[in-house]
């Protein structure tokens, strides 16, 4: 080992202390433009399906991690819905108080991250279903869908925030240009030529949807009986 530097792993034996520099540093590499968060978001508006397909099959330095992608995407969703109170006007379970659905959901809202990865889950069970004789397995999909799920985070964030600045409801089309994202996304993944592929993404992503609110909805009858006890 020299003064400077470990013979094994090549890396400083008395790191540079930490100061403003560092953190700047830091942001500029989450941000940069040609391989950060910044550069993942352009590549994902511009040609979604395609640049993940390069990313499981090919170059996996070019984008964001996945995880951490929707992970961080929906932390912004989740803040500015916070901050605008934008969901106490969309979602409300008034007739239900005291059941254990309102604590799951409230679970939901505040681990979006989470929520998404798993109701992600769902989605990629019935993409597999109806995109089978294409040789992707359920892990490749799911990593698919942490990207989607992640920029359709980032739109809602663009519609909440307009929508707590001008007060005026912008949601419901925030969720149709969703669903228009993901099919475009999935069907240009999986086969851009085809209108069927466009069409069995959307079914799927209902689907997964609609499954994943009935599991959620199951555990929570399933909680109330157990407390009930």
């Given at each position: 080992?020299?003064?400077?530097?470990?013979?094994?792993?090549?890396?400083?034996?008395?790191?540079?202390?930490?100061?403003?520099r560092y953190i700047i540093s830091e942001i500029e590499h989450v941000l940069h433009f040609e391989r950060g968060i910044l550069y993942t978001i352009r590549e994902l508006l511009i040609k979604p399906g395609e640049n993940i397909k390069n990313f499981i099959t090919e170059n996996r330095s070019r984008l964001?991690?996945?995880?951490?992608?929707?992970?961080?995407?929906?932390?912004?969703?989740?803040?500015?819905?916070?901050?605008?109170?934008?969901?106490?006007?969309?979602?409300?379970?008034?007739?239900?108080?005291?059941?254990?659905?309102?604590?799951?959901?409230?679970?939901?809202?505040?681990?979006?991250?989470?929520?998404?990865?798993?109701?992600?889950?769902?989605?990629?069970?019935?993409?597999?279903?109806?995109?089978?004789?294409?040789?992707?397995?359920?892990?490749?999909?799911?990593?698919?869908?942490?990207?989607?799920?992640?920029?359709?985070?980032?739109?809602?964030?663009?519609?909440?925030?307009?929508?707590?600045?001008?007060?005026?409801?912008?949601?419901?089309?925030?969720?149709?240009?969703?669903?228009?994202?993901?099919?475009?996304?999935?069907?240009?993944?999986?086969?851009?030529?085809?209108?069927?592929?466009?069409?069995?993404?959307?079914?799927?992503?209902?689907?997964?949807?609609?499954?994943?609110?009935?599991?959620?909805?199951?555990?929570?009858?399933?909680?109330?009986?157990?407390?009930?006890?």
């Amino acid at each position: 080992m020299s003064e400077e530097f470990c013979s094994n792993c090549k890396q400083t034996v008395k790191p540079k202390r930490i100061d403003g520099r560092y953190i700047i540093s830091e942001i500029e590499h989450v941000l940069h433009f040609e391989r950060g968060i910044l550069y993942t978001i352009r590549e994902l508006l511009i040609k979604p399906g395609e640049n993940i397909k390069n990313f499981i099959t090919e170059n996996r330095s070019r984008l964001v991690k996945p995880v951490i992608f929707i992970i961080v995407t929906s932390l912004i969703y989740t803040l500015i819905s916070k901050f605008f109170h934008i969901e106490e006007g969309y979602i409300k379970f008034d007739e239900i108080k005291g059941s254990q659905i309102i604590s799951i959901n409230d679970w939901i809202q505040s681990h979006y991250g989470y929520s998404n990865i798993i109701m992600g889950g769902f989605i990629a069970f019935w993409l597999k279903i109806f995109f089978r004789k294409y040789n992707y397995n359920f892990f490749e999909i799911l990593i698919l869908l942490c990207f989607i799920l992640g920029m359709e985070m980032l739109l809602f964030s663009v519609f909440a925030l307009f929508e707590g600045l001008t007060k005026f409801p912008l949601m419901q089309v925030a969720a149709i240009i969703v669903f228009i994202y993901f099919s475009w996304a999935v069907g240009q993944f999986f086969d851009k030529t085809k209108v069927a592929s466009y069409t069995k993404a959307l079914v799927s992503y209902l689907l997964g949807m609609i499954t994943f609110g009935l599991s959620v909805g199951f555990l929570g009858v399933l909680a109330d009986l157990i407390t009930k006890r």
